[in-house]
Nanobody, 124 residues
Framework: QVQLVESGGGLVQAGGSLRLSCTAS????????MGWFRQAPGKEREYIAS????????YYANSVKGRFTISRDNAKNLVYLQMDSLRPEDSAVYYC?????????????????WGRGTPVTVSS
């Protein structure tokens, strides 16, 4: 079992930055491929980024590539999402997820554990 808790969301103006954190507790954190998703009201959950167990490989959705950066600190059981050049369309609840798969990107079904989310609002 893995428990995930997101933090760092809030209100920011367009063009600004936020850094989200996800704290993991429970089983060995470095056994999990980690991902970030978001969900806006009335929309499906959307893949944002994922990172390999060691942190050496990162993957991004086209909508955030070049603006968002995913990273992890296995010693601290943390995964981060640095969000720069934010846009109003980035407003959503952001979720952290963990997968036991050795490789996974945008397949929601392959993630085994989810946090409760942290809201991000970008004003124009």
């Amino acid at each position: 079992q893995v428990q995930l808790v997101e933090s760092g969301g809030g209100l920011v103006q367009a063009g600004g930055s936020l850094r989200l954190s996800c704290t993991a507790s429970g089983r060995a954190f470095d056994n999990f491929f980690m991902g970030w998703f978001r969900q806006a009201p009335g929309k499906e959950r959307e893949y944002i980024a994922s990172i390999s167990r060691s942190g050496s490989l990162q993957y991004y959705a086209n909508s955030v590539k070049g603006r968002f950066t995913i990273s992890r600190d296995n010693a601290k059981n943390l995964v981060y999402l640095q969000m720069d050049s934010l846009r109003p369309e980035d407003s959503a609840v952001y979720y952290c997820a963990a997968s036991r798969a050795t490789f996974v990107t945008d397949n929601v079904q392959r993630y085994d554990y989810w946090g409760r989310g942290t809201p991000v609002t970008v004003s124009s």
